[in-house]
């Protein structure tokens, strides 16, 4: 008989409407998730922005015209996050999925909302507030990369920053800060009560992991995270295995595994004990949830037009 096995919402629901953006998170709290997983990048003028890539993506986003008359940055797609401002990222449109190769499942799944902007962290916990989502936990995952740093904003400026907004909004409590950039994880500790540490195989090395070789720890990732201040493991699913479960179990981690799609396959991972399952999907993961008796989150109405019944 198994325990509370959480259900997170990957940035959002991307399998069923555009990651990262507010009608998308919306819609994840709608159908009902324990955490809104979603990811946070800084803008050439210090802003908190929702998204995945480092680079605009060519996938999730399109340009629909320049900031500014006579911008030499534009196109904005491609180009790095860090160098540009808020509001040359606030014309990008990131409702529809445009992918560039054919077999992209989500481009299958994804209601296209078209015209729907980059949003800020603030518009999240804005949001998030005004359909009192109280009990859902928002896990934020800051987007570094170590090996580019000249991509990356500083990591204990970013960190400072994101906290800084989550006690603003009142929900640094009820949240919790992710990376794979291990050295966030370091910064974050005297700042923020729930640390995931992020992990999958190209991240396995000291540059990631805040200058912990694995060797070092017996190749025991959950050694590796507990030695940064992680309270939780979160690895890639290819690397979940009992011998994973049973490290994370001898320092005391939850695991909560990524990304998992096929009702089979989380049915394995709450079997092995895992924590919380991060998916695409929380609809096919709610009936999962239902039919092998597990607690469900509970749906947040959505926001209603005044006047409206």
């Not at 050295?183 to 540490?197: D, F, K, S």
């Amino acid at each position: 008989m198994h325990g509370y096995v959480e259900l997170h919402g990957h940035r959002g629901a991307r399998g069923l409407r555009p990651e990262n953006t507010l009608p998308g998170l919306a819609f994840a709290l709608e159908l009902g998730v324990d955490a809104l997983e979603f990811d946070v990048a800084m803008s050439a003028d210090g802003q908190l922005v929702l998204t995945h890539d480092l680079h605009v993506s060519p996938v999730t986003s399109a340009d629909t015209g320049m900031a500014t008359p006579g911008d030499e940055m534009f196109p904005y797609v491609g180009k790095p996050v860090v160098a540009l401002t808020l509001p040359q990222l606030r014309t990008l449109d990131v409702g529809v999925r445009l992918p560039q190769r054919p077999e992209d499942r989500f481009a299958l799944t994804q209601v296209p909302l078209p015209d729907t902007r980059m949003p800020t962290l603030g518009a999240v916990l804005g949001l998030v507030g005004a359909l009192g989502a109280d009990d859902v936990r928002l896990n934020v995952e800051l987007k570094s990369d170590p090996i580019r740093p000249g991509l990356c904003p500083d990591p204990r400026r970013f960190v400072t920053e994101v906290v800084r907004e989550l006690d603003r909004h009142d929900r640094l409590s009820r949240s919790a800060l992710l990376s794979f950039d291990w050295r966030l994880l370091e910064i974050a500790g005297p700042l923020i009560e729930r640390r995931y540490a992020l992990v999958e195989h190209d991240t396995m090395t000291p540059e990631w992991m805040n200058g912990i070789r694995l060797t070092e720890v017996g190749g025991d990732l959950a050694a590796a995270a507990a030695a940064v201040g992680a309270t939780t493991l979160s690895p890639d699913r290819v690397l979940v295995d009992e011998a994973l479960m049973a490290g994370a179990a001898r320092q005391g981690l939850p695991v909560v595994v990524w990304t998992v799609n096929e009702p089979d396959e989380a049915a394995r991972f709450i079997d092995l004990g895992v924590a919380g399952v991060v998916t695409d999907y929380p609809d096919r993961m709610r009936r999962l949830w239902k039919a092998r008796g597990l607690p469900l989150p509970r749906p947040v109405s959505p926001l209603r037009p005044v006047g409206a019944p």
